[in-house]
Nanobody, 116 residues
Framework: QVQLVESGGGLVQAGGSLRLSCAASGRIFIYNVMGWYRQAPGKQRDLVATITNGGTTNYAESVKGRFTISRDSAKSTVYLEMNSLKPEDTAVYYC??????????WGQGTQVTVSS
């Protein structure tokens, strides 16, 4: 069983920055993908960014150049550095861990609110 705990959300003005963290614990295998997703009210949950255990990253077009995903594999922690935030970035941000055979684990989510 895997537990994911996110932190770092909050309220920020447009143009500001936030850094999210997600710490994973439990049965974690070497080969995995960690990622961030977000869900705005009334909308579906969308991918923000992912990073493999080898460091390969993938970003949604809407956040490219503004957000940076990174990980500390020794700590089983993934980060999301968010810069130049926009009101449309407002959402609940979820951390996800994908491991072998498609097993998925989700965090409880952290609220990010960007005021205009």
């Amino acid at each position: 069983q895997v537990q994911l705990v996110e932190s770092g959300g909050g309220l920020v003005q447009a143009g500001g920055s936030l850094r999210l963290s997600c710490a994973a614990s439990g049965r974690i295998f070497i080969y995995n993908v960690m990622g961030w997703y977000r869900q705005a009210p009334g909308k579906q949950r969308d991918l923000v960014a992912t990073i493999t255990n080898g460091g390969t990253t993938n970003y949604a077009e809407s956040v490219k150049g503004r957000f940076t995903i990174s990980r500390d594999s020794a700590k089983s922690t993934v980060y999301l550095e968010m810069n130049s935030l926009k009101p449309e970035d407002t959402a609940v941000y979820y951390c996800k861990l994908t491991q072998a055979f498609g097993s998925e684990s989700w965090g409880q989510g952290t609220q990010v609110t960007v005021s205009s």
